[in-house]
């Protein structure tokens, strides 16, 4: 392959490397270590909340929202969040995070309302293009089925996105990062599959397991011995490095044969280009919006994109296997 080609793949190789060196970087959360955050809490825990911190003491003074998406201690935490923002601006100090988190306004009980509303945005529109597919894509095409478990974890992914930012608990957000990275892994396996079909039957299966046996390692290791956030990153990053190189060398080699793979290659370079919001950090605009919500904003369209790409491939997949028959035939008759 000649330099010029080899370019752009060194170049998104340098901006995965510069995002992952980012992101590893660990910031501590000014907000909750503050001595008149931790005051505040306990005063309203004694005024407001039962012992165990879970009910509210007057509970038809809390918005229904309020009262059934959060505790009491919770909510002490939220109030007393925005008491310490409001003295730190007084003072002319840096809006300070609470938790790792910026502050954020909560709507309908919504803790970040932005990333829930844009983590929506990518479920519709995934569900909407899969649709789609399978009305334009005969059953009879090749990976027709592999590409249906693709959407039905793309779906579940983007689901468990929008309940973790609904509300940041332990078992949401454990949620959030095994079905995002499960859709990762399944983009890097239905990629590998998708460059050898056909002809490798055994690598398919070994592939398989392998990918089987690693989601299981990590899910089991985040879970049981330590929720590393650095090492759950590593993975993310490596896998989706190798899986948009992967694409982008195969639309190269079979662009003038598969025309259709420009959108693959797009897709593949955009969604890079969105992750580049992550490495952005910034207070909340209006206290709502933040970088990693238009993170996901960004990359709500990119599933238009991919599944024109899928149907495409599918369709070329199907009318190649039509031809092989047909040749097959001719020669039997012959």
């Excluded at 599959?193 to 299981?216: D, W």
């Excluded at 899986?243 to 793979?261: D, E, F, H, I, N």
Aim: with cysteine; charged share 15%.
């Amino acid at each position: 392959m000649s330099h010029g080609t080899m370019q752009p793949f060194n170049t998104l190789f340098s901006i995965c490397l510069f995002f992952f060196l980012i992101v590893l970087e660990v910031k501590a959360s000014s907000g909750d270590n503050n001595v008149y955050f931790q005051k505040c809490v306990q005063t309203c825990r004694k005024a407001n909340c039962t012992t165990d911190g879970v009910l509210f003491l007057i509970a038809s003074e809390i918005s229904p929202f309020v009262r059934n998406m959060w505790s009491c201690d919770d909510d002490c935490h939220y109030h007393c969040m925005w008491d310490t923002v409001n003295s730190f601006r007084e003072r002319s100090w840096d809006v300070p995070q609470f938790h790792g988190k910026w502050p954020f306004i909560r709507i309908f009980g919504l803790q970040e309302p932005a990333s829930v509303l844009f983590s929506i945005f990518n479920l519709v529109a995934h569900f909407i293009m899969f649709r789609q597919f399978r009305q334009e894509v005969r059953k009879t095409s090749p990976m027709y089925y592999l590409w249906h478990a693709y959407a039905v974890v793309c779906l579940n992914g983007w689901f468990w996105s929008a309940v973790f930012h609904a509300r940041d608990v332990p078992f949401t957000e454990k949620m959030d990062y095994f079905c995002a990275f499960s859709m990762v892994l399944f983009s890097f396996f239905s990629m590998i599959l998708r460059l050898l079909q056909g002809r490798y039957t055994f690598v398919a299966i070994f592939l398989s397991v392998f990918c089987i046996i690693f989601f299981i390692h990590h899910v089991t290791y985040l879970s049981l011995v330590h929720f590393d956030y650095s090492y759950n990153m590593l993975a993310n990053v490596a896998v989706g490095a190798v899986t948009t190189l992967g694409w982008l060398m195969w639309a190269s080699l079979v662009r003038k044969q598969q025309p259709y793979v420009w959108r693959c290659a797009a897709f593949s370079v955009l969604t890079g280009l969105c992750v580049c919001f992550e490495v952005i950090d910034f207070p909340p605009i209006l206290w709502i919006v933040d970088a990693h919500s238009l993170f996901h904003l960004s990359t709500a369209g990119l599933p238009i994109l991919f599944y024109r790409f899928l149907i495409d491939d599918c369709k070329y997949l199907h009318k190649q296997v039509e031809l092989a028959r047909d040749e097959t035939f001719t020669r039997k008759k012959q």
